[in-house]
């Protein structure tokens, strides 16, 4: 088991140099930024996979947890600050190094929150909310769940779309570049943005987080809280005999997935250079349960080859204006012909030998 | 004293208003194997779960092994001994036989670390040797039987000094049942204590210590089991031997 998980990431890892190297044989290096963007929200799809697939539990509002992590970075690196300067807090932000001084377009004064503090709080805030939300939210089960986590989904998107703090409608754009890493000898400094000068430093960035986040998820499917979060697949009641708390499971696998989540939205808000209110709606939502369920619900791996692969086809325009369409038809076509996810339905068990991650 | 493994007194439980226990009161001593005999919705997989801790107690007193344990959380119960083997098996389908005794070890794996687990999935090899062949196969995909004895490895798979087992009959053919009723005696002969629930009356009251007989909420009698088989009440409520004359 431990050789063949260590293998599907080495595999993962070599396709990632593969797909770049690919895109300099053929001249097409212009992929490599949508190939970034589909892997970071490869990330929320598998996320949401542990969640779904294995824990069980719906969530029709994941797109409201990327919405808030990118939102939250994009407002805090790009509000000003300096009319608050005067209160404590501030100022003793602005000592401990949090705060970045700059200038707006029109070379008045802008005091932002620095990104990697605006990132981290991003992802904090988020899971803090996932935290308050989940308790209540995971009692519910089946259409209640999938209906509260969708009215959760709503409310975010209508809060961005109003809140002038977050642009309305125009979302947020001009969001710096994150330094990741200072220039080092040869290499440059790290940064996420989607700058052509950065294309394939970002790349190998995104493709490295999902390397590491699959990693982390297969690590956390064959441990012990693994196995107690998917017996909640199979019978609740079973698994509180046993002295799982099956309460407690829910919430922290839910809050895992809004992790990864907002992890994923304020990487890529900082990549994008900004965000608007469509990445909150409900569709978007909608297309992270499809890719779940195409990608084979109890298989993270499917559900990662899907995810990333369909979201890089819908990012290059290939499904053109019928975008949302094709999704939501994929969601209907898996759930009548091909429950078990598409890979497995196309080549059987024969794959399934070489993934590790799920049920022998 | 301290011979009364499980200590009951006065119990009352139930689910919300629904007042399901009246006034319960029984002991299972160590080292015994005592029957909880009853007809459907008489309130046996109520005790059962009110005992592990899935239920609060309205009132009355459990202590197990001298503790009182009437207000504990199902972790607790479980490490201080005692395991449920629920009705219908309730096996987890779509894991793995092994993941399966793995998930029973939940709590033994938190207390005691990985390899007093994987020392307990030895022994359960040992006594079900037919799920050591089967560890890798999804439980949904084992027999009836299989999986009935998935489902108490798996209780066994905690340790416990107290096995409960919720109908382990259920929907199984007679000669499974005999096979399921042999280990339940093996079990007891290994040191176990087995709190046995039960419809198939005759069965139970067979390997059975003791008995008592619940109805609708109510203990209505108890007493040797060889006793209980001879009673006329009993024969005539649940062992369907009534003469017609």
Redesign the interface.
Known sequence: MKTRKLLSLTALALLTAGLHLFTVLSGTQFYLTQLTMAAYYGLVVIGLGVMMGYAGQISIGHAGFFAIGGYLSAALTTNDLTPFLAPGLIRWLDRVGLLVHGQDIFGDPLMTVSPWAACLSAVTVTALIALLIGGPVLKLRGHYLAMATLGFGIIVYRIFLASPFFGEADGISEVPGFQLLPATGLLGPVIISGDAAHRVLNYYLAWGVLLLGMALLLNLIDS?AG??L??L???E?????????TARCKVQVFVLSAIYAALAGSLLTHFNGGIGPGEASVMKSVRYVALVAVGGM?SLWGTLVMGVGLTFLSLRGVFGSYDDVVFGVILIAVMLFAPEGVLRGLFGRALQRFLPGR?? | MTDRMLRIRNLDAGYGKLRVLKNISLHVKSGEIVAMIGANGAGKSTLLHTI?G?IRPMSGEISFLGQACDRA???????SGCA?V?EGR???????VE?NL???G??L??EKGRAAVQEELARQYLLFPRLKERR?Q?AGTLSGGEQQMLAMA?ALM?RPKLVMMDEPSTGLAPLIIRDIFKIIRQLREEGNTVLLVEQNARAALTIADRGYVLEVGKIIVQGPATDLLANSDVQRAYLGREKIE
Request: net charge positive.
């Open positions: 012990r196995r107690a998917r017996s697949h199979s019978s009641e079973a698994a509180e005999a046993f002295g799982i708390d109890t049920q022998t | 592990i899935l959380a199902v972790g607790r119960i479980v490490a449920l629920p309730q096996v987890f389908a779509s894991m793995s993941e793995l998930l029973g939940y709590v794996q938190k890798r999804l798996r905690s």
